[in-house]
């Protein structure tokens, strides 16, 4: 369609000079070369037949416009909308001089049929036959992992990266398959592990309420609500061009809201270091907008970006956590509306940012004093969690709440799942010890004097954490580096008599 259009403006008698104008990668000089092929297959209308193109990198050089004008010279130029607006939109004298045709992103079957257009040439550099399955398997992982680039540029660099894999791995006798190479390339460009791209991703998934239930306890509602939530978007069934998942957590301190943000991370990006947070107490007052999206031009900090465009323009597949939602900026929460909607920013610098591929969570601890008065028994939990979501709606916009996911309420920790937290946290410990080839046990009893010592119901699991690191980690370290445990040992802790503290036992390879 493009290059018909094309075709027809130079056909014109004066104003027969074409501006290609799009983004970078999505084909404007294929459409000039396109053009030049046309001419010589002799599939141009008789006025072009004799014609020559001459590619010539004109720059920001303006001379020449009188010629153009008579339409003596018929010319094609290419250019990005930027450098369109900076040089040629200024000058209304050249602007004149041309017709604009935009030239939009091909589609994913588009672009499959244009790589396999120029699959030729890639097979005569790598000397190697590329399959269809890997150019359909090019086109199709690169618009849904690569972002920020466009087709069919990211798919073509994706099968010549594929190609330059294949190469290699030909020479050490691999019998890898090409669908397999490509999804290496893509694990490249975008840092997600190859592991997460092929039907495990669909294990995962089914099974997502389940992993997570394993670290995250006493929060069964909360975890099966954001599981679901991710299964059907990642199943395709939610609103199209949203986030992953957008979630707003509410509820006591150290009841798990966090602890399930990393939860996220790790069984969906397999890394916790894929959880962003954000301290929204930080984002309050003149700037707050700026320093999240990026400054204007001209404005101080405009070359340093925004705070979360930058992030996950940098690692597109992330975890956003957004902490203490409610003391925001009003204007920041305005611009959250267009992210929960569109699954896009634009920022500082006019780049769109897509988040398309991040899950959002917002904590707050709006309403929490009711939760506590329904731990106190003055009040049923229900009619507790009726009041925390009176509060949240008169405190956000209708808009806002509208375009979450859900919104979550967390339970309050009572002492049975606290003491699972402590196996939890002493099985972490365990693992650490077991690094160094020494064995450790606590006993049930070693267990009920943790929870006792570090047990604040109002304060949730943080308090058991801070007590294991503070007393069970500092007296192992402490034996560790006397060389009272070495390679071999086995370390038991058990209650003292007076069930009031810990004894620790170390029975070495030697007994």
Not at 158 to 165: E, G, H, Q, V
Request: glycine letters at 8%; aromatic letters at 4%.
């Amino acid at each position: 369609m493009t290059r018909s259009t094309v075709i027809s403006i130079l056909c014109c008698k004066t104003k027969n000079c074409v501006a290609l104008v799009g983004a970078p990668g999505v084909g404007k000089t294929a459409i000039a070369e396109g053009l030049a092929q046309w001419i010589a297959a002799g599939k141009v209308p008789a006025e072009l037949s004799k014609a020559r193109v001459v590619e010539v990198d004109l720059g920001a050089m303006v001379a020449g416009t009188p010629a153009l004008a008579r339409g003596r010279i018929r010319c094609v130029g290419a250019t990005t909308f930027d450098d369109y607006r900076k040089y040629i939109e200024k000058d209304a004298a050249l602007e004149r001089r041309f017709q604009k045709v935009h030239v939009e992103e091909p589609s994913t079957q588009a672009t499959i049929a244009i790589l396999r257009g120029i699959k030729q040439q890639y097979e005569l550099h790598h000397s190697l036959e590329i399959q269809d399955a890997a150019i359909v398997a090019a086109a199709e992982l690169a618009g849904r992992y690569i972002t920020g680039r466009q087709f069919p540029d990211k798919a073509i660099d994706l099968i010549d990266a594929a190609c330059a894999t294949a190469k290699k791995m030909m020479q050490i006798d691999s019998q890898e398959k090409e669908e397999d190479t490509v999804k290496k390339a893509v694990s490249r460009c975008t840092g997600i592990p190859v592991s997460t791209l092929d039907q495990e991703e669909k294990d995962r998934l089914i099974h997502l309420a389940d992993r997570l239930h394993e670290r995250v306890v006493g929060q069964d509602e909360a975890v099966n609500l954001v599981a679901e939530a991710v299964l059907r978007s990642r199943a395709g069934l939610d609103q199209p061009g949203q986030p992953i998942g957008s979630f707003l957590f509410l509820g006591l301190t150290g009841v798990g809201k966090t602890e399930l943000a990393k939860a996220l991370a790790e069984q969906l990006f397999d890394s916790e270091k894929m959880l962003v947070r954000i301290d929204m107490s930080e984002y309050v007052g003149f700037g707050a907008v700026a320093r999240l999206i990026g400054a204007a031009p001209s404005c101080i900090g405009y070359d340093d970006g925004g705070q979360l465009t930058e992030i996950v323009r940098r690692r597109p597949y992330s975890v956003i956590l957004f902490d203490e939602v409610e003391k925001a900026d009003p204007l920041v929460l305005n611009v959250f509306i267009q992210l929960l909607d569109d699954g896009v920013l634009t920022d500082g610098k006019g780049r769109t940012v897509d988040f398309k591929n991040t899950i959002i969570i917002m904590t707050s601890n709006l309403g929490a004093e009711h939760l506590t008065a329904g731990m106190a028994g003055e009040s049923t939990m229900e009619a507790a969690k009726d009041l925390v979501m009176k509060k949240v709606q008169k405190h956000f916009k209708p808009e806002f709440l509208n375009r979450l996911s859900e919104v979550v309420i967390f339970e309050p920790l009572l002492h049975d799942k606290l003491k699972e937290i402590v196996k939890i946290q002493m099985k972490s410990v365990t693992a650490r010890v077991a690094a160094k080839s020494i064995s450790l046990s606590a006993s049930d009893a070693a267990l009920d004097v943790i929870l006792l010592e570090s047990c604040n119901l109002m304060n949730g699991a943080r308090p058991i954490r801070r007590w294991v690191q503070k007393n069970v980690m500092t007296v192992l370290s402490r034996m560790l580096l006397k060389g009272e445990a070495v390679e071999g040992s086995t370390i038991v802790i058990d209650a003292t008599d007076d069930k009031r503290g810990l004894r620790y036992e170390v029975v070495n390879p030697q007994g």
